[in-house]
């Protein structure tokens, strides 16, 4: 099944002078601004909109998508512009609905163990307003991602291991659809049997089924205490198959990142660290005093068993968010590393018990290709990143970067993987989807069509 991409230009010009009466100095052609709300975190090309529209309420979201939907004029969500597979790109132009004014906590209920946003808060900013409820949100994808846009991509990172990703803790979205109907998809119970999961549906869907205005979430107690520190061992299987095994052991981990020799080396370049250069995990442990304690021990113990010559850790804030500044650097350490290249950062997940197997037949390539990549991962569940460090006006270069990207993705799924652990499908992996998901695609097709008989939300992505 096929959407229409023949975008009619009159009825976008049409839609963006009615935009234009509707929202005054809210509008703006400003090529600078344009550009700004394209993807501009990846190597893909910037395809900027016609137009960008500052929301400022769900009324304000309404208003423009029930003009566009009118015209038939494309609509891209915007939140902080961190996602990195070109969900933000307009490639058939229209507008950009920014969403970064749309940042209030609505509500807290700390009985529940709930919040109520506004999805242009980002992550920091809604955890830096719980401090005083002795709440905190978990999902830490590393980049301060606002939540709708986090939401939109089904995000995840270094705490999934204990917390889930976004699609555990949304509990109900408030959602602007193609027609500009706005829609509740749950009430703010943490279960429930009535209809369709709609919040599900929406979660993950980048933009391309509706416009979340709203989001309900679950959120936890601040841990009363916080273990972390670092171990190297002498193989990137060794430390995988520790991760298994204090997984395994019922321990309740609640970070745990594999960084290669090359992340390591960035990072101490980078971030002025003194780490040996060797594969590395950094963890982390949340519960009580004694808990930690238990808990950091019975892990000293396993990578023990696994090679590693020693596991110190430490309760001292200061020295744990310096380590975990550093590797939320990791993107940046490696564009530092090879001054003059692009970083392509690519993504896969696999079931944790073919995670070793599959990060060492991916250094294998890159040693074989001779391409320069670290490689960090949540590897608590299963999922790491690739950094490819590219020279990009090497076309011999370039082009060993995609056949290793399509290798990587062909691993993962042999393994029963997925093309994406957390980035999601947005422009560069449609073609994996369909190898992945085989004929279900062709469900996902038919549900964006009746959503979005008009094609006008993020038209371009997951291939539609």
């Not at 009159?10 to 709300?37: K, P, Y």
């Not at 995000?155 to 109900?172: E, F, H, N, P, W």
């Not at 564009?335 to 997940?349: K, M």
């Not at 964006?448 to 539609?464: E, M, R, S, T, V």
């Amino acid at each position: 099944m096929n959407h229409d991409t023949n975008f009619d230009r009159a009825g976008i010009d049409t839609a963006l002078s009615v935009l234009q009466q509707r929202f005054g100095d809210r509008f703006t052609r400003n090529e600078g601004i344009r550009r700004e709300h394209g993807h501009n975190v990846s190597m893909l090309y910037n395809q900027p909109p016609d137009a960008v529209v500052f929301a400022e309420s769900t009324a304000d979201v309404a208003d423009a998508v029930k003009i566009c939907a009118a015209h038939r004029c494309p609509v891209v969500a915007f939140g902080a512009g961190s996602s990195i597979e070109g969900q933000l790109n307009a490639p058939f132009g229209g507008v950009s609905i920014d969403l970064s004014r749309m940042n209030q906590v609505l509500a807290v209920s700390p009985g529940d163990m709930t919040v109520t946003v506004q999805p242009g808060i980002t992550r920091e900013a809604l955890n830096a307003y719980l401090r005083d409820t002795g709440l905190f949100f978990p999902i830490d994808p590393g980049a301060n991602a606002s939540i709708g846009g986090m939401a939109s991509t089904r995000a995840s990172g270094t705490t999934a291991v204990r917390y889930g990703t976004m699609k555990d803790v949304v509990l109900a979205a408030e959602a602007v659809m193609a027609d500009g109907r706005t829609i509740r998809t749950a009430r703010r119970a943490k279960k429930s049997s009535a209809g369709y999961d709609l919040t599900r549906l929406l979660v993950g869907a980048e933009g391309t089924l509706g416009i979340m205005t709203e989001l309900t979430l679950r959120v936890f107690g601040i841990p009363e205490m916080i273990s972390g520190g670092v171990c190297t061992f002498p193989s990137v299987r060794a430390a995988c198959e520790a991760v298994m095994a204090t997984i395994q052991a019922g321990i309740p981990i609640a970070r745990c990142e594999l960084l290669d020799e090359n992340q390591i080396r960035a990072c101490n370049a980078y971030s002025k660290l003194s780490l040996e250069e060797q594969p590395t995990l950094c963890v982390e442990f949340h519960g009580s005093p004694s808990s930690v304690a238990e808990q950091s021990e019975l892990f000293g113990e396993i990578a023990l068993e696994y090679g590693s010559p020693s596991f110190e850790w430490s309760t001292d804030p200061d020295r744990r968010n310096k380590l975990w500044r550093a590797r939320h650097d990791g993107y940046w350490a490696a564009v530092a590393l090879r001054p003059g290249c692009e970083v392509y950062s690519t993504d896969v997940c696999v079931p944790i018990s073919r995670l070793a197997e599959c990060v060492e037949e991916t250094q294998k390539d890159l040693a074989d290709m001779g391409l320069f990549a670290p490689i960090l991962g949540h590897v608590g569940d299963g999922n790491f990143h690739v950094l490819l460090s590219l020279d990009t006006a090497n076309a011999a270069e370039m082009k060993r970067s995609e056949e290793f990207s399509a290798r990587l993705v062909e691993r993962a799924l042999s393994m029963d993987g997925t093309c994406t652990g957390e980035h999601g499908i947005g422009q560069r992996k449609p073609k994996y989807l369909r190898k992945e998901m085989g004929d279900a695609v062709d469900f996902m097709q038919s549900i964006k069509a009746a959503l979005d008989p008009q094609n006008i939300l993020n038209p371009g992505k997951y291939g539609f």
